[in-house]
Structures are given as C-alpha cells and as structure tokens.
C-alpha cells in the first residue's frame, strides 16, 4: 500500500511526467510508498549537469535500461529523482529546477519548503 498521493502544499499529486514513465511505481507520478525504496519523491527538470553529477555519483540516468522499461534521460526530461540525490546535488551546486505540484509531500521530510521554493518551476 503507497502513502497518500499529497504534493509538497498538501494538495493531490499532479503527474510529473510520461514521456519517458516515472515514478517509483512508472505511473509518471513521484508516488511513495514502502517499495520505494529510494523516495523518488522530486519531481525534476534533469539538465545535462545534473545528469553528469548523478554519473558521477555511480547512477548513469543516460543508459537505457530496456529490462526496466527504461529508455535513459535527456536533458529536459521530467523524472521523479531521489531525495537523497537531489540534496546531494543542492549541495554541491548542480540541483535541477522541480515542479513542485508533482513532488510528494514526504520530500519535506528531507527539505524545507523554502528551499525547495527557490527551485520551483511552477508558480508559487
């Protein structure tokens, strides 16, 4: 059973993106639940650096993984990043712009609104 589908404003979950699937559980929604096992709860904007950090980082979002249903990231993609990640990423200077709309309320757990505002896509 998957936690409610809440945004980062308590709202309910807007899709983050389908082409390609997202999500945790590829219902292109940044869902959570107990097997998501990395909290793919942000929805991102991926950008070419970020792809680079996250290679670098021993996760290559670029190589297509057909046995996943997987067809590898571009930049410009919308995809439902690890919290973990993506606070790596904030850190180190290189996060991706988020939409906030389609990112689960338990990112707050990990990030504070604020923050996350500042990297907002949508209108807030």
């Given at each position: 059973?998957?936690?409610?589908?809440?945004?980062?404003?308590?709202?309910?979950?807007?899709?983050?993106?389908?082409?390609p699937m997202t999500g945790a559980y590829r219902n292109g929604c940044c869902d959570t639940g107990p097997?998501?096992?990395?909290?793919?709860?942000?929805?991102?904007?991926?950008?070419?650096?970020?792809?680079?950090?996250?290679?670098?980082?021993?996760?290559d979002l670029t190589r297509a993984l057909p046995q996943y249903n997987f067809p590898g990231l571009v930049e410009g993609d919308y995809w439902c990043l690890c919290v973990s990640r993506?606070?790596?990423?904030?850190?180190?200077?290189?996060?991706?712009?988020?939409?906030?709309?389609?990112?689960?309320?338990k990112t707050l757990d990990y990030v504070s609104l604020e923050v996350l505002t500042s990297f907002a896509i949508d209108d807030v």
């Open positions: 059973m998957k936690e409610a589908s809440l945004n980062v404003f308590g709202d309910p979950l807007i899709v983050c993106g389908t082409k097997f998501d096992v990395g909290t793919h709860t942000v929805c991102a904007v991926v950008t070419a650096e970020f792809l680079a950090f996250s290679k670098g980082k021993g996760n993506w606070l790596e990423a904030y850190r180190a200077g290189l996060a991706p712009k988020i939409k906030l709309a389609a990112s689960h309320q």
